[in-house]
């Protein structure tokens, strides 16, 4: 049985990802148990950040699952969990007003998350392609094949690294929105910024992922040629 030790590659990235998930549940589920002073909902809450910065024309809907909170740039609406949505928990608030900040990005045409929806399509076909184009590259002993699949691939890798401004992005205005609209104490600013940290290293592990991977297919290629 041929071993491919490249494989080996993929395990800092496996484990990041383990370890980032398991960050986002367990902050998620201990700010969820307190309420803030303030005792608006999110959904409310974020209602009015968004009619505030001049954003109120987006539509905030409910969405079944856990952590399954986002915000659409292409029907502008922002769908808020069955956790999040009629909760007053500061990890709710925190997670609320993160999607709200893509909404106000999308609004001033933030130029990351422009730039992140025009290549979704591309990156979509990149992402189902590279390694199916890179296998037939290496059974057909064709090297320019090889080279299409890593393209393709390089592609998903440059997605998620401009997925990293937008998600620091719409955490750092999380913030300053809940503090402009006097919604937090100090204390539960640190706990909204617990959450969300969490949740930026659940992008910074797939970045991290993609790019390992990008290493393996550029391995095996250079082992290929010997
Ligand atoms: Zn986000």
């Given at each position: 049985m041929y071993f491919d030790s490249t494989i080996l590659f993929m395990i800092p990235g496996l484990l990041l990802g383990l370890w980032a998930q398991y960050k986002v549940k367990s902050a998620f589920s201990k700010y969820s148990k307190y309420a803030t002073r303030?005792?608006?909902t999110a959904e409310r809450a974020v209602a009015r950040i968004l009619q505030q910065n001049g954003a109120g024309d987006v539509q905030i809907t409910r969405v079944s699952?856990?952590?399954?909170d986002h915000y659409d740039p292409t029907t502008n609406t922002l769908r808020l969990s069955d956790s999040v949505y009629g909760s007053p928990s500061i990890a709710a608030l925190g997670v609320a007003a993160h999607e709200a900040g893509h909404a106000l990005q999308k609004a001033q045409n933030y130029p990351f998350l422009s730039l992140r929806s025009v290549m979704v399509p591309v990156v979509n076909i990149g992402s189902n392609l590279s390694w199916p184009i890179f296998l037939a590259g290496i059974i057909f002993s064709w090297e320019p094949l090889m080279y299409a699949g890593i393209i393709a691939f390089a592609l998903v890798v440059l997605f998620s690294l401009i997925t990293l401004p937008v998600e620091f992005d719409a955490s750092r205005r999380a913030v300053a929105l809940l503090n402009n609209g006097g919604f937090l104490t100090m204390e539960e600013e640190a706990g909204v910024k617990k959450v969300l940290n969490a949740a930026a290293l659940t992008y910074v592990a797939s970045f991290v992922s993609a790019l390992l991977q990008l290493m393996r297919l550029l391995t095996i290629l250079n082992r290929n040629r010997d």
């Amino acid at each position: 049985m041929y071993f491919d030790s490249t494989i080996l590659f993929m395990i800092p990235g496996l484990l990041l990802g383990l370890w980032a998930q398991y960050k986002v549940k367990s902050a998620f589920s201990k700010y969820s148990k307190y309420a803030t002073r303030s005792g608006v909902t999110a959904e409310r809450a974020v209602a009015r950040i968004l009619q505030q910065n001049g954003a109120g024309d987006v539509q905030i809907t409910r969405v079944s699952g856990s952590l399954t909170d986002h915000y659409d740039p292409t029907t502008n609406t922002l769908r808020l969990s069955d956790s999040v949505y009629g909760s007053p928990s500061i990890a709710a608030l925190g997670v609320a007003a993160h999607e709200a900040g893509h909404a106000l990005q999308k609004a001033q045409n933030y130029p990351f998350l422009s730039l992140r929806s025009v290549m979704v399509p591309v990156v979509n076909i990149g992402s189902n392609l590279s390694w199916p184009i890179f296998l037939a590259g290496i059974i057909f002993s064709w090297e320019p094949l090889m080279y299409a699949g890593i393209i393709a691939f390089a592609l998903v890798v440059l997605f998620s690294l401009i997925t990293l401004p937008v998600e620091f992005d719409a955490s750092r205005r999380a913030v300053a929105l809940l503090n402009n609209g006097g919604f937090l104490t100090m204390e539960e600013e640190a706990g909204v910024k617990k959450v969300l940290n969490a949740a930026a290293l659940t992008y910074v592990a797939s970045f991290v992922s993609a790019l390992l991977q990008l290493m393996r297919l550029l391995t095996i290629l250079n082992r290929n040629r010997d």
